[in-house]
């Protein structure tokens, strides 16, 4: 099985409201990454867990929050978005940080903010 | 990490062998050369990869200059599912972090 899920695959939330966006993987992987995807532009790194720590955080708005619950779980907590948040979240993971291994990543989580 | 500089967008008849070029002068002597493609509306998609020798899977080729400053993949026999936004990325080795480019957008025509 070498699929990454992400749910839901679209969302749509008012900028009060609280939401959580699911990515899952059974592939044993140890890392796993969330991906900001505007419309016309290339993938954005946003967070990295590694072995289910965060490793990396490109300065993300406080309003975006990620959790690792298991190793092969990660959620991405959204709370009182705007409106330019509205983007394709991608979510993906790779075997170990320490090896020159691919990323796989999962369909995406349309996001529209209103 | 290094920058890439490919192409906007290039177009290929099916059948026939894609070659999408990438620069990458800057690029450091532990740093990889990965590909990467975005079938529209799904999730990028790994392909290859390399250091310096060329490399070969059952997606694509990968040929990397001597100096290492630019590489081309090869589609061998491109078909209509091959049209895509492809991406070179350079990377240290061990490194968490994909940075992508702008890409190059392969349409294959018929």
């Known amino acids: 099985d070498t699929e990454v899920t992400q749910t839901p695959k679209h969302l749509v939330m008012g900028m009060t409201n609280k939401k959580s966006l699911k990515c899952e993987q059974h592939?044993?992987?140890?890392?796993m990454y969330w991906y900001k995807q505007k419309a016309k532009k290339p993938p954005e790194l946003m967070f990295v867990?590694?072995?289910?720590?965060?490793?990396i955080n490109e300065s993300v708005p406080s309003r975006f929050s990620p959790e690792c619950p298991n190793s092969s779980l990660l959620n991405l907590h959204l709370h009182a978005l705007q409106p330019e948040d509205s983007a394709l979240y991608l979510c993906?993971?790779?075997?170990?940080?320490?090896?020159?291994?691919?990323?796989?990543f999962g369909p995406g989580t349309r996001l529209t903010v209103t | 990490d290094a920058k890439t500089t490919q192409p906007p967008s290039m177009d290929c008849a099916e059948g026939r062998a894609a070659n999408l070029p990438c620069n990458h002068s800057?690029?450091?002597?532990?740093?990889?050369v990965y590909w990467y493609r975005q079938i529209h509306s799904q999730g990028p998609q790994y392909i290859i990869h390399?250091?310096?020798n060329n490399e070969t899977n059952e997606m694509a080729s990968l040929i990397i200059t001597e100096d290492r400053k630019s590489s081309t993949l090869i589609l061998p026999h491109a078909t209509l599912r091959d049209t895509a936004v492809y991406y070179c990325?350079?990377?240290?080795?061990?490194?968490?972090?994909?940075?992508f480019g702008t890409g190059t957008r392969l349409l294959v025509s018929p």
């Open positions: 993906a993971s790779s075997q170990d940080r320490a090896l020159q291994d691919e990323q796989y």
């Open positions: 592939m044993g992987h140890r890392a």
């Open positions: 867990y590694s072995y289910e720590k965060l490793s």
């Open positions: 800057t690029i450091s002597g532990n740093e990889y």
């Open positions: 390399g250091l310096k």
């Open positions: 990325i350079v990377r240290y080795t061990g490194f968490q972090k994909l940075v």
